[in-house]
């Protein structure tokens, strides 16, 4: 069982940075195998793709909301998935999710593709 926790959300201000964290666990799979994405979804709003890359880490895919102030990046010896997020803005205010899927080569903006979850950690954007 693959089991994905997140970690690092907060209430900052515009222009401030964050960095998430999302910690992959479960040794039926290897993390290495594994394509990773960020999803995020604000209140009373549909669940939307904001960064993902491949599992060798050598190819991403951003949302044209966060290109330039977002990145995403892994680390395969330590099990994690980290999206920095710079000059946050209000509209970025939203639970962010990580997600997980082994068949996946490419990065994949469709949730759909994804089969592994996190629970979400929230990050809110104001004055």
């Known amino acids: 069982q693959v089991t994905l926790v997140e970690s690092g959300g907060g209430s900052v201000r515009p222009g401030d940075s964050l960095r998430l964290s999302c910690a992959f666990s479960?040794?039926?799979?290897?993390?290495?195998?594994?394509?990773m994405g960020w999803f995020r979804q604000a209140p009373g709003r549909e669940r939307e793709f904001v960064a993902a890359l491949s599992w060798s880490g050598g190819t991403t895919e951003y949302a044209d909301s966060v290109k330039g102030r977002f990145t995403i990046t892994r680390d395969n010896a330590e099990n994690m998935v980290y999206l920095q997020m710079n000059n946050l803005k209000p509209d970025d205010t939203a639970i962010y999710y990580c997600?997980?899927?082994?068949?996946?080569?490419?990065?994949?903006?469709?949730?759909?593709?994804?089969?592994?979850w996190g629970q979400g950690t929230q990050v809110t954007v104001a004055s």
């Open positions: 479960g040794r039926a799979r290897a993390f290495s195998m594994y394509a």
């Open positions: 997600a997980a899927e082994r068949n996946l080569v490419a990065p994949s903006r469709f949730q759909n593709t994804y089969n592994d």
